[in-house]
């Protein structure tokens, strides 16, 4: 039996389809905006709105044709945060033919992290699935939530590119205030597009087979901040490597993961392509 996990986020809509050994069938990310401006509105984006209602009903057009017989979609963030979610959820359900589930961020962690750590053995690794809204930081016996995304970041400082440099440096500020006290662990997993989308323009080009287990320094993501600050976002758009529409959010997002990384004490970090749709592919495989 084929198993299918959606996940309804701040910035983008991902579809995994999986048989029922895990093996991949097919990965989908279409990149929505749903949450774009809520971090001064409380409410979802009207166009994003629009845009991510078609991609559910897409997502529901593959997974029929794909004999999918178990699917969860959960919606993080954004839906824990928006004031219309209700509404959203009653469009999403008729749009998907299931309702989402609004997940806390504590199962948003637990999530992430066992479809991160899939096939990497014993180790005590973190976790850090930086999405549009929240960030999440998990160990195997604790998670952390924090309030902060690449989609919030863009909406309190990044409204004009490129960036003045005291806007960089009010944007770090704000970011360490949030993520400061995180505990050091031994070893990091960043999941999520802002990891993947820094170790393709590292690469000059997405290959998820090159951008999976790769690794990714501090002194990287901190090159990558002070390059896409001087940059209008046409010009991030035409960087190899990007997907263009991640190109308003990248700045956000790696100022995010250069923070989190100075909080955790830690000089490299392990990119994955597996996260939380993933790990709610092994869930379902486990009767969950």
Do not use: K
Not at 147 to 167: A, E, H, K
Not at 188 to 210: E, N
């Amino acid at each position: 039996m084929r198993l299918a996990a959606v996940d309804i986020g701040t910035n983008s809509v991902r579809l995994l389809v999986a048989d029922a050994d895990g093996s991949d069938v097919l990965r989908l990310t279409r990149i929505t905006g749903l949450g774009r401006g809520m971090q001064h509105t409380r409410r979802l984006s009207p166009e994003g709105r629009a845009e991510t209602l078609d991609v559910l009903g897409e997502y529901r057009r593959e997974m029929e044709a794909l004999g999918v017989g178990r699917m969860r979609c959960v919606m993080t963030a954004v839906g824990r945060s928006a004031a219309d979610a209700a509404s959203f959820l009653d469009e999403a359900e008729a749009a998907l033919g299931a309702r989402p589930e609004v997940i806390s961020g504590e199962e948003e962690a637990r999530l992430s992290y066992r479809g991160a750590v899939c096939g990497l053995g014993q180790a005590d690794w973190t976790v850090i699935d930086i999405g549009g809204g929240s960030t999440e930081i998990v160990t195997e016996t604790a998670a952390r939530s924090a309030d902060i995304g690449s989609v919030r970041m863009t909406d309190l400082f990044f409204g004009t590119r490129p960036v003045p440099d005291d806007v960089v440096e009010a944007a770090r500020a704000h970011a360490r205030g949030i993520l400061a006290g995180a505990p050091a662990p031994d070893g990091v997993i960043g999941v999520a597009g802002t990891w993947t989308t820094l170790a393709a323009l590292t690469f000059g080009r997405y290959d998820p087979d090159l951008v999976h287990h790769s690794t990714l320094d501090r002194e990287q993501v901190s090159g990558w901040v002070e390059r896409l600050a001087g940059l209008s976002v046409a010009e991030t758009a035409a960087l190899p490597g990007i997907e263009p529409r991640r190109a308003p959010v990248i700045l956000g997002g790696s100022i995010v993961a250069e923070q989190v990384m100075e909080a955790l004490g830690v000089d490299r970090c392990l990119v994955s392509e597996r996260d939380l749709l993933d790990g709610i592919v092994a869930g379902l495989r486990d009767g969950e």
